[in-house]
């Protein structure tokens, strides 16, 4: 379906720009940590609107050596600061940083922070249309109505199963395929007394990683999910094993809706207790 394959580009695309802004945001920590430590401190996310704008404003400590509480009080205003610091304590984290050794000379810090800062900011505009243009697919979608309702999926998430677990779906002829192909079920090799069962390495991984995002958060939602992974984890199964063991019992769910193309319903997919391996 080419909705289906329309959201698995623009969530894969927003993977890279995510991986592209923390590689960016985390040159700016260096690059402040380097020629002015207080510009990282004042603000707890250096990649957000107002630490973004504070740095274009203030890009070196020669250019923020004149701030009063008063005047970090009005930019914060300006800027909409939804935080709950006030301007003496903004100001105190600022001037307790310490202080940089650097010899390059204050123009020349700025300009290197205000460079910085662009980039970041141009990575997280790309980001935000993204997620806009994501949003809307998702409502469009006619896979969303089925696995809207699952517990903790959020729409970013949602995208990812609809967009990497679709065209599975589509294409498998029963659910053991299904499993197989998202990395849920292990690898069985058998010959003669030998027998053995191994992680499963050759799958799509881009849809295995999209289910475990989920299903971690999952566990932490309902009792029935809950009750499996712990039951995975006191036979001795490990974290990412005791979540693919919770993961074929929700491919299970996803599959029922998916075949009979009915909405996930609690009531009717999950059961009461269950706590055997799927």
Request: contains cysteine; positive net charge; glycine residues 6%.
């Amino acid at each position: 379906m080419p909705g289906t394959l329309e959201l698995q580009a623009l969530t894969r695309q927003r993977a890279d720009h995510l991986a592209h802004r923390i590689a960016a945001v985390n040159q700016l920590a260096a690059l402040l940590d380097a020629h002015w430590p207080g510009g990282k401190t004042i603000f707890a996310k250096l990649h957000s609107g107002i630490a973004l704008a504070f740095l274009d404003r203030y890009p070196s400590p020669e250019a923020a050596a004149r701030l009063t509480p008063a005047r970090i009080e009005a930019f914060c205003l300006r800027h909409g600061y939804s935080g709950r610091r006030s301007g003496t304590e903004l100001l105190a984290r600022l001037r307790s940083a310490p202080v940089s050794a650097s010899r390059l000379s204050q123009p020349v810090i700025a300009g290197l922070v205000r460079a910085q800062t662009a980039l970041v900011r141009a990575i997280q505009a790309g980001l935000d249309q993204l997620d806009t243009a994501i949003a809307k697919a998702v409502a469009g979608h006619p896979y969303a109505p089925l696995l809207a309702d699952l517990p903790r999926v959020g729409v970013l998430n949602l995208a990812q199963i609809i967009g990497e677990v679709g065209p599975i779906l589509e294409c498998a002829t029963g659910f053991e395929q299904l499993a197989a192909e998202t990395g849920m079920a292990p690898v069985t090799r058998a010959s003669g007394k030998s027998h053995t069962v191994a992680f499963r390495h050759a799958t799509n991984r881009y849809a295995r990683q999209s289910l475990v995002t989920w299903l971690d958060n999952s566990r932490r939602a309902g009792t029935w999910a809950s009750q499996r992974y712990i039951a995975a984890r006191e036979r001795g199964q490990r974290h990412p094993h005791a979540i693919r063991t919770l993961g074929r019992a929700w491919l299970r769910v996803i599959w029922t809706c998916w075949r009979d193309k009915t909405c996930y319903n609690p009531a009717l997919h999950e059961p009461a207790e269950q706590t055997q391996a799927a």
